[in-house]
Every structure is written in C-alpha cells, then in structure tokens.
Antibody, heavy 119, light 110 residues
C-alpha cells in the first residue's frame, strides 16, 4: 500500500522560500516518478515538476523554472519541493503524487500542504 | 488558460449519466495517454481512470474513459450524490515536456 505523507502547513513572508517534504511508504520509491502539483484557493490543478529519484533527474514547468527545485533522498524515501521568491500568488495547497507507471498518471497522492504567503 | 479544455460544469439527476469532455491537441492527448481524477470537496485528487480507459483497483465500473484523436471523455453512469465533485483530465505535453491538466469540471447531482 503506497502512502505519501507530506509536511505540515507553512506561513511565509513574501520574498522568502518554502520547502515541503513528501515521505513515501510501501511500494518502490526510487524507480517511480514523484510529481508536485499545486492548487490555489478555488482554482484547478497546476503541474509544477517531477523527479525520478533513482536518476535524480527533475524537470519543471516553464512557469516555475528558476524558482522551484525538486529533489529526492532515496535513503529516506523522501522527496522535496522548494519554491523561492514567494508572492501572495503562491498561496496554495501543494500536493506530491506518485505515478502508476507512465510518469504522468498520478495514482497516489499526498494529503496536501497548505502554504500561505502573507506579510 | 489550460491546454486541455473541459466544460466548467455538468449536471444530471440521480441514476442518470453524465459525460465530461477533455479537448487537447496532437502535442498532448493526441500522442499520450489520458488520466482522469476526482476531487471531492476538501480532499486530495484521486485517480479514476488511467491509460485512457483503465480503472485502478476499487474504482467502480460506473466510471469509464475513452479517447479519440485529440479528445477524451469521462463517463459516469448511475449518478450518485457522492459523485458530486470536481473532475480533471490530465496527460503529458510533448512540446512543453510537462504534465498538463484540464481546468476541471464540477459535477452536480440535481
């Protein structure tokens, strides 16, 4: 049974950074893809980027290039998403998800981490 | 503006059927598999359909998916009040080299 457990809510000041973790249990961690998706209040899902832990290879949505870093630690089965230069528009629920087998079919989701950016 | 276009809302009475369309292009739906997600209020999205028409274990056969060309469709039969949720299509875009989602469709059971 694959489970993804994310770190708790964060409140950040504009201009700062946030780092959210996603710990996996059950199943294989290294060879699957961990994707980060965010959802602003009342809005739809937005794909941010993904990583294949065993390859330590990440790719990002153009919108977030230069501002987001996704990493993974295979020894602790934990993935991380760090977003910098935060603005109020980054206030959202951030989800991690693991694929079924294609890399973009997100079969397992974390519970979400609320990041609030406020002065 | 999402690369994948979904209707903002659909509705039907209990027991009826609804279909949700997801329109894309050759860069995404036309050359990749489509997934569908259900998001109940206040919860994380849940995979309903993957590989265009496969259901994960535990998903009832009231939910079905299909794809033709650059469009995909989610069907829900025997509509129940518990099906009231937002539904999203998703796939990969070969030009962007990124995942993409539709804007979401709210299903209301009348």
């Amino acid at each position: 049974q694959v489970q993804l457990v994310q770190s708790g809510s964060e409140v950040k000041k504009p201009g700062s950074s946030v780092k959210v973790s996603c710990k996996a249990s059950g199943g294989t961690f290294s060879t699957y893809t961990i994707t980060w998706v965010r959802q602003a209040p009342g809005q739809g899902l937005e794909w941010m980027g993904r990583i294949i832990p065993t390859l330590n290879m990440a790719n990002y949505a153009q919108k977030f290039q230069g501002r987001v870093t996704i990493t993974a630690d295979t020894s602790t089965r934990t993935a991380y998403m760090e977003l910098s230069s935060l603005t109020s528009e980054d206030t959202a629920l951030y989800y991690c998800a693991r694929d079924v087998d294609k890399g973009y079919d997100l079969g397992y989701w974390g519970q979400g981490t609320l990041v609030t950016v406020s002065s | 503006q999402s690369l994948l276009t979904q209707p903002p809302s659909v509705s039907a009475a209990p027991g009826q059927k609804v279909t949700i369309s997801c329109s894309g292009s050759n860069s995404n739906i036309g050359n990749n598999y489509v997934s569908w997600y259900q998001q109940l209020p206040g919860t994380a999205p849940k995979l309903l359909i993957y590989d265009n028409n496969k259901r994960p274990s535990g998903i009832p056969d009231r939910f079905s998916g299909s794809k033709s060309g650059t469009s995909a469709t989610l069907g829900i039969t025997g509509l129940q009040t518990g099906d009231e949720a937002d539904y999203y299509c998703g796939t990969w875009d070969n030009t962007l080299r990124a995942g993409v989602f539709g804007g979401g469709t709210k299903v209301t059971v009348l």
